[in-house]
């Protein structure tokens, strides 16, 4: 979508779930185009302001600053509500956008009434548009009404709601006839408001390349969850087997780097934990290895390391640089067990070195190679 002032407030009472609001803020983001002025907080007894409202040119900066999202004890909306306005004030004249501030709330605040309904009403004349996202059952749904419209509250019961939508997903307190995530509804809300077509890549998005939404930032994280009621679809994490599996992750494309995190994350959870031995290294014109012939010992520490493969700005892609350097770490592991070698090369684009694929392929194919993919 287009331009505009973007305002992220968090909810410092996530706690475990924090990690997911981050990735939730991120993709928020990046539905504006390069251009917009975002400012990111968290929020309980006081605001904690990570960045005031600036540009972005890199979409690494802006997952850095979402990564800085942190729990905090409290839960204020009132004087949350206040520090925007006056933030919205200052950036209004500076930027001349059109406003909005997304809040992620997981209960409710007390003693606050008058001051949500008084700041709500501000921010309302200012002109900015305020979208809640609302998770469990522990927000109400009369006391968010006090400073935004019913139709811009999102309540999403449980983690299927905020995927697919449907009736556990409700908007305004009625249940969802759209089987659509959260983020797919509210993108077409600012098409509406900014006046852009839904999905088209723009060359002026925060991402390098542009961006075009799509459903992957959730879909691929758990997939268990997703099928576990489709008897057709026959996935178990853990049941694949040991084997030495590497990752080589084309890492060039903002647009995909999240995507990406997840499909390494849901593979390597396919295989048994114990005797599997994993190596992770992303490229673009150099290679950066994240893991090296790691034994995973819980799905944390899975998710930790495939959520450092990093974005890499560059207009190169030297895959085979890369898989020459994957052989060779292969040469080493393959005489310490008895594990099949498994590689997942996952490339975004047209490779600067292609010519060297074959060369390459066959040094693969001479370690016996139960896959090359």
């Known amino acids: 979508v287009g331009k505009a002032s973007v305002?992220?407030?968090?909810?410092?009472?996530?706690?475990?779930?924090?990690?997911?609001?981050?990735?939730?803020?991120?993709?928020?983001?990046?539905?504006?185009?390069?251009?917009?002025?975002?400012?990111?907080?968290?929020?309980g007894d006081s605001v904690n302001l990570i960045n005031g409202f600036k540009?972005?040119?890199?979409?690494?900066?802006?997952?850095?600053?979402?990564?800085?999202?942190?729990?905090?004890?409290?839960?204020?909306i009132g004087e949350a509500l206040e520090y925007y306005y006056n933030l919205f004030q200052a950036i209004k004249l500076e930027a001349k956008l059109k406003m909005f501030l997304f809040m992620f709330l997981k209960g409710n605040t007390h003693g606050e009434s008058a001051k949500m309904e008084e700041f709500g009403g501000k921010l309302k004349k200012l002109g900015v548009k305020i979208f809640v996202m609302a998770t469990g059952s522990g927000v109400s749904l009369s006391e968010m009404q006090k400073f935004t419209k019913p139709t811009r509250i999102f309540q999403a019961l449980n983690y299927e709601a905020v995927i697919m939508g449907g009736p556990a997903l409700k908007i305004g307190g009625q249940p969802s006839i759209m089987k659509q995530s959260i983020l797919r509804i509210i993108q077409a809300r600012l098409q509406r408001y900014l006046g852009l077509e839904v999905g088209t890549s723009s060359p002026h998005s925060v991402h390098d390349k542009g961006h075009i939404h799509r459903e992957w930032w959730y879909k691929s994280w758990q997939w268990d969850k997703q099928y576990q009621k489709?008897?057709?679809?026959?996935?178990?994490?853990?049941g694949v087997g040991k084997a030495n599996i590497a990752f080589v992750v084309d890492g060039t494309s903002a647009e995909l780097i999240m995507f990406l995190q997840r499909y390494v994350y849901n593979l390597i959870r396919l295989f048994q934990q114990q005797g599997t031995y994993t190596t992770i290294m992303t490229y673009g014109r150099d290679q950066y290895r994240i893991a090296s012939w790691v034994s995973f010992v819980s799905p944390q520490a899975v998710q930790k390391y495939c959520g450092s493969i990093p974005f890499i700005q560059t207009k190169y892609r030297n895959t085979a640089a890369a898989l020459e350097e994957m052989f060779q770490l292969f040469s080493v592991q393959k005489s310490k067990n008895n594990n099949p070698n498994i590689l997942?090369?996952?490339?975004?684009?047209?490779s600067s070195d292609k010519s060297k694929f074959k060369e390459v392929g066959e040094k693969f194919k001479s370690l016996a190679f139960k896959n090359f993919e």
Do not use: Q
Not at 67 to 73: D, G, H, S, T, Y
């Open 7 to 43: 305002g992220i407030l968090v909810d410092g009472s996530y706690g475990k779930h924090i990690e997911m609001i981050k990735r939730w803020a991120y993709n928020f983001i990046l539905m504006f185009k390069r251009g917009s002025y975002i400012s990111i907080s968290t929020f």
């Open 55 to 76: 540009t972005f040119s890199k979409s690494s900066d802006i997952k850095e600053k979402c990564m800085e999202i942190l729990p905090l004890p409290g839960r204020k």
């Open 230 to 238: 489709d008897s057709s679809f026959d996935f178990k994490y853990g």
């Open 344 to 350: 997942f090369l996952l490339v975004t684009g047209t």
